[in-house]
């Protein structure tokens, strides 16, 4: 089945930073999903992003899936940015394979 | 309220025993989705249903039964509980294929 890396797997910020969670993914895809679990253990979806590029707010992801891999940009970021960002492309049967993750601590 | 609704959030049962997590959802979605996230494996997939009385087996299947004889309703099941199955189970809905999931808040299983 598809393979799913994201880098870093933790990253620590001062707030008003930016930064970039990247997710490589080893077979073609026609769906790619970014989530946001949040300190509670609340999933929720960021971007369904099979390719291209979509911003919303401080947020913006993009997908360049000739190339496998996909992009999550965090902007000015917040602390209620932290919590564990997924990235979940489709695994060739209409399922989601979910990354491991990237932790993001976002420091006062 | 409309929505995505698991229950219960925390529950504890002992091994052998038979226990089933609810999910309910409001919107009609066809495409349901039973998840088990653990640490160092993240989330991954046990059941999905792409409507009424359709299901099919995710990568971690063994040891669940699900069903679904309504749309809005998708209990997954365990049917003799076992400490490797102790871990947060998440529910998540989707009106296709294409378009975004979108999550319940979790059921807590703690097998002892």
């Known amino acids: 089945g598809i393979q799913v890396e994201q880098s870093p797997p933790d990253l620590i910020l001062q707030e008003g930073a930016n930064s970039t969670l990247r997710c490589n993914f080893s077979?073609?895809?026609?769906?790619l999903q970014w989530f946001h679990q949040n300190p509670w253990g609340q999933l929720i979806n960021l971007f369904y992003?099979?390719?291209g590029t979509k911003q919303n707010g401080r947020l913006s992801a993009t997908t360049v899936a000739t190339e496998r891999y996909s992009l999550l940009y965090i902007s000015s970021s917040q602390t209620t940015d932290s919590g564990v960002y997924f990235c979940?492309?489709?695994?060739?049967?209409?399922?989601?394979?979910f990354g491991k993750g990237t932790k993001l601590t976002v420091n006062p | 309220d409309a929505g995505i609704t698991q229950s219960p959030r925390y529950k504890i049962t002992e091994t052998g025993r038979q226990v089933t997590l609810m999910c309910h959802q409001t919107?009609?979605?066809?495409?349901m989705f039973w998840y088990r996230q653990d640490l160092g494996h993240g989330l991954r997939l046990i059941y999905y249903?792409?409507?009424?009385?359709?299901?099919d087996k995710g990568e971690v299947p063994d040891g669940y039964v699900v069903s679904r004889s309504k749309t809005e309703n998708f209990p997954l099941t365990l049917e003799s509980a076992t400490r490797s199955q102790t871990s947060v189970y998440f529910c998540?809905?989707?009106?296709?294929?294409?378009?975004?999931?979108?999550f319940g808040s979790g059921t807590r299983l703690t097998v002892v």
């Open positions: 998540a809905s989707s009106l296709e294929q294409d378009l975004g999931y979108t």
């Open positions: 077979d073609s895809v026609n769906n």
């Open positions: 992003i099979p390719s």
């Open positions: 979940a492309p489709e695994g060739g049967s209409e399922k989601l394979v």
């Open positions: 919107w009609s979605h066809s495409y």
């Open positions: 249903s792409a409507a009424a009385d359709i299901t």
